[in-house]
Nanobody
Framework: QVQLVESGGGLVQAGGSLRLSCAASIRTFSTYTMGWFRQAPGKEREFVAAINWSGGTTYYYYGDSVKGRFTISRDDAKNTVYLQMNSLKPEDTAVYYC?????????????????WGQGTQVTVSS
């Protein structure tokens, strides 16, 4: 059973940075697609970023609202995926969720991910 544990959330001022981490209990972690999603109060869960490896190439995917500001990365030796968030804005305030799936996707979507973490709160003050 896959377990995902997020950490690194908190309160930050607009323009600041945070790095989220997600530790995964997955034996074949390097083959999994890992993703980050977020959900603000009263809104649907939104795709943020994903990373997967296929055919010797690492692929990165980003939501339009975070392109150029957020970076997803992974450390396969530590079974951990990261989300570096820079130039944070108040509209980035949300609960951020880590997600995982054993398949590779050309366009990662919320419905494609089978395992989810409990979420970590990110609050950006203006």
């Amino acid at each position: 059973q896959v377990q995902l544990v997020e950490s690194g959330g908190g309160l930050v001022q607009a323009g600041g940075s945070l790095r989220l981490s997600c530790a995964a209990s997955i034996r074949t972690f390097s083959t999994y697609t890992m993703g980050w999603f977020r959900q603000a109060p009263g809104k649907e869960r939104e795709f943020v970023a994903a990373i997967n490896w296929s055919g010797g190439t690492t692929y990165y995917y980003y939501g339009d609202s975070v392109k150029g500001r957020f970076t997803i990365s992974r450390d396969d030796a530590k079974n951990t995926v990261y989300l570096q968030m820079n130039s944070l804005k108040p509209e980035d305030t949300a609960v951020y969720y880590c997600a995982a799936d054993s398949r590779s996707f050309s366009v990662p979507r919320l419905a494609d991910f089978s395992s989810w973490g409990q979420g970590t709160q990110v609050t950006v003050s203006s």
